[in-house]
């Protein structure tokens, strides 16, 4: 079955500052021969930058949970466990989460469960149909912290004004970082758009979610004294 073409230019992927940087890792011999032998399986190809037919690739209609900057994977595999009927799309840059990932897929032997390696912005601006996702999640991003990076930051106007028609009426935006200024950052891009309504009585931040396992990222944050903020948006 043929994807369909997208021919309508995204002016918003143009000159971008990105909000990740490749950094050298060594990869584990199982993580190597992950890529290789169960890429095909689970790694969705979008070299092409195509609209992709999801019900085709998960071979089942059910709702997309897509996650962007998995890491390692764990958190997000456990969530696809514990979620047998949601449709679990991961999109991850660095090579060794995605290694990590698929023999973490193997290893549970999940079904729900694909992979995206590939610039996420790319992915959200041509491979995915608007109102496709019916959760989008952005757990524990890079902070880049320092105050002349944060032009690098995932969560800006700039990206949401991308994700808004992705989400369907009535889905939801996940957040959670464990960077106080960060998470300001995000609160004040949500609350200022367009289309969503905070899911926090008081507008703020919500108490931290059942259904979002403990990651390392926030496990060091405790360590470090970091507090640890959670976001949900619906779409309207």
């Given amino acids: ?13 143009k000159s971008r500052v990105r909000s990740f940087v490749i950094r050298a890792g060594r990869m584990t011999n199982a993580q190597i021969k992950a890529l290789e032998e169960l890429g095909p399986k689970y790694i969705i190809d979008v070299q092409d930058l195509k609209e992709i037919d999801f019900d085709k690739e998960f071979n089942r209609k059910a709702p997309l949970v897509v996650e962007i900057g998995f890491g390692m994977g764990k958190s997000f595999l456990q969530m696809a466990k514990e979620n047998p009927n949601q449709n679990f799309l991961g999109i991850e840059v660095h090579p060794p989460g995605v290694g990590a990932c698929l023999l973490g897929i193997e290893e549970n032997a999940l079904t729900n469960v694909r992979i995206i390696h590939f610039d996420a912005f790319e992915v959200l601006s041509k491979c995915i149909k608007d109102n496709g996702i019916d959760i989008l999640q952005i757990f524990f991003p890079d902070p880049w912290p320092k105050a002349r990076h944060h032009k690098r930051r995932l969560i800006k106007d700039s990206f949401i004004d991308l994700v808004r028609n992705k989400i369907a009426h009535g889905g939801q935006i996940r957040m959670a970082t464990d960077w106080e200024n960060y998470a300001e950052q995000m609160l004040d891009v949500m609350t200022r758009a367009k289309g969503f309504t905070n899911t926090a009585e008081d507008g703020g931040y919500i108490p931290r979610p ?4 403990l990651t390392k990222f926030e496990l060091r944050g405790e360590r470090l004294g970091h507090g640890v903020w959670d976001l949900v948006f619906t779409r309207d």
């Fill in 1 to 13: 079955m043929e994807h369909k073409v997208i021919s309508k230019e995204d002016d918003i992927t």
């Fill in 210 to 213: 059942d259904w979002r396992p």
